[in-house]
């Protein structure tokens, strides 16, 4: 599942608020696969269920973008307009807005690593059938690091729409929220995706060797420019 399109928003928090949403169903996602990888095997579950693949992709790019996009775009906003000065408690808004991110990234990083390096263990297709009974340990520590990935994005987020989205629906005129999903727009916009040509498979002389072969896509986050030096010396070559 993508993130929401900001070309269909008018108010940039309302941006912000379904993005939650969609993280919240996904954790809802996540926890049910974990509930079955504890039953039958983190293998057998990975093998069974292709969700596992988009649930992965998900929290490894979708969700670090959002909160990139909060840092860069939300947050600045609503800081701008919270008072700062003195001491700040710990539940404020403004220590909420600059140390949030880095309290959650502190957690999860470890936490996406051992996922990322379980996910990668290669298994011996043969004995997928034993894997859960052999790696019992394994798969116990893998939902356990699962589900804490799921509790702490629930309680990231409740705090989150407490100490910063209410805040910003305060504070934010309707003219700056229609900057904020403009500015939103703007870099989204910028972020060009080129296909690659499909290519034919490659053949080779020994049938043996073998690849898996896929076509992929490059995405830039600038337009490249054509060079106007280089297209007028190819037209005039060619008069």
């Known amino acids: 599942m ?12 309302l941006f912000f608020r ?28 990975f093998a069974a269920r292709p969700e596992w693949d988009e649930v992965f992709n998900f929290f490894q790019k979708a969700a670090p973008r959002h909160e990139r996009d909060e840092d860069d775009f939300l947050f600045p906003a609503v800081a701008a307009r919270v008072p700062r000065m003195g001491f700040q408690q710990p539940d404020s808004t403004i220590r ?12 999860m990083a470890p936490l996406i690593h051992d996922w990322e390096a379980f996910r990668n263990t290669p298994r011996d297709a043969a004995s997928l ?28 987020i409740a705090i989150e729409e407490t ?3 209410s805040v910003a629906d305060k504070v934010l005129s309707g003219e700056e929220k229609l900057e ?4 939103i727009r703007e870099a989204y916009g910028n972020e060009e995706v080129t296909g690659i040509f499909n290519f034919d498979e490659p053949r080779f002389s020994n049938p043996a060797y073998d690849i898996i072969y896929a076509p992929t896509e490059a995405i830039a ?18 008069l």
């Open 2 to 13: 993508n993130l929401p399109d900001p070309q269909q928003y008018q108010d940039g928090v």
């Open 18 to 45: 379904d993005t939650h949403k969609i993280i919240l169903h996904e954790c809802a996602e996540l926890e049910e696969l974990l509930a079955d990888a504890e039953t039958r095997g983190v293998f057998q579950s």
């Open 96 to 107: 909420f807005l600059l140390e949030g991110h880095k309290r959650l990234e502190r957690s």
């Open 129 to 156: 059938d034993a894997a859960h009974a052999t790696h019992s340990g394994e798969d116990a520590r893998f939902v356990a690091t699962g589900r804490e990935l799921v509790r702490l994005y629930r309680e990231h």
């Open 163 to 165: 100490r910063v989205y």
């Open 180 to 183: 904020l999903i403009d500015r």
């Open 221 to 238: 986050e600038e337009m490249i420019e054509p060079d106007e030096e280089e297209d007028d010396e190819e037209e005039s070559a060619l």
